[in-house]
């Protein structure tokens, strides 16, 4: 069974500062990968950034970056330069097999 | 914005009826896949289709079903409903072993049951 894990209910966040939100996963599976997703308020999942758990390098995507480590079990996003329209709730996903299992999700409030 | 449609975006039932709501998945996806996701948590897996057949479940009861037609839209279907299933419905599309880097979520169908 694959479980995801993030502790943090809710984060505040400076405008234009940096945010790290944790993760960390448990598997049997040596093939899976990590997702991270953001579900602003109405509803829709909006995929932000993918590992494989055989990528040698960390992912990017702009200001998003992954920061992946295998050994711990920890796939922490990190969002640079945070702006308004960042304020939502995200959420950690593995895929195993052919599914995706979700975190309960952090809210990020991003302060002007 | 996905090219993932799904219909209606909110509805309310009574306990007890059934309730079908539809998902038509991004252009050339083959696979359909359901989640349940109750407030303030994060989304389940309910199932998935591909080729016109379910070939994966979560751990939901058989009142849970789906279909998915040859243009690879899907319906999922809730008999007999139970306060207990009003939630946020998403349907995510993909290609079969693309590994999910190109699942796409629809902005998901609000369900109330009172």
């Known amino acids: 069974a694959q479980k995801i894990t993030q502790t943090q209910p809710g984060m505040f966040v400076q405008e234009k500062e940096a945010v790290t939100l944790d993760c960390t996963y448990d598997?049997?599976?040596?093939?899976?990968?990590l997702f991270w997703y953001k579900q602003p308020s109405s509803g829709e999942m909006i995929f932000l950034i993918y590992?494989?758990?055989?990528?040698?390098q960390n992912a990017t995507e702009g200001r998003y970056s992954l920061n992946f480590q295998k050994a711990r079990k920890s796939a922490n996003l990190v969002i640079s330069a945070s702006q308004l329209g960042d304020s939502a709730m995200y959420f950690c996903?593995?895929?195993?097999?052919?599914?995706?299992?979700f975190g309960a999700g952090t809210t990020v409030t991003v302060r002007a | 914005e996905t090219g993932v449609t799904q219909s209606p975006t909110h509805l309310i039932k009574t306990r007890g009826q059934q309730v079908t709501l539809r998902c038509s998945s991004q252009?050339?996806?083959?696979?359909v896949s359901w989640y349940q996701q109750a407030l303030g948590q994060g989304p389940q897996f309910i199932f998935q289709?591909?080729?016109?057949?379910?070939?994966g479940r979560g751990n939901f009861p058989p009142r849970f079903s789906g279909l998915q037609f040859p243009n690879y839209s899907s319906e999922l279907n809730v008999n007999a409903l139970e306060l207990d299933d009003s939630a946020l419905y998403l349907c995510?599309?993909?290609?079969?072993?693309?590994?999910?880097?190109?699942?796409?979520f629809g902005q998901g169908t609000r369900l109330t049951v009172v």
């Open positions: 289709y591909y080729r016109e057949e379910e070939n």
């Open positions: 252009s050339g996806h083959n696979t």
């Open positions: 598997t049997s599976d040596p093939s899976y990968g």
């Open positions: 996903a593995m895929r195993a097999d052919y599914k995706l299992s």
């Open positions: 995510a599309s993909s290609v079969a072993g693309s590994g999910y880097t190109e699942a796409f």
């Open positions: 590992q494989g758990s055989y990528d040698q």
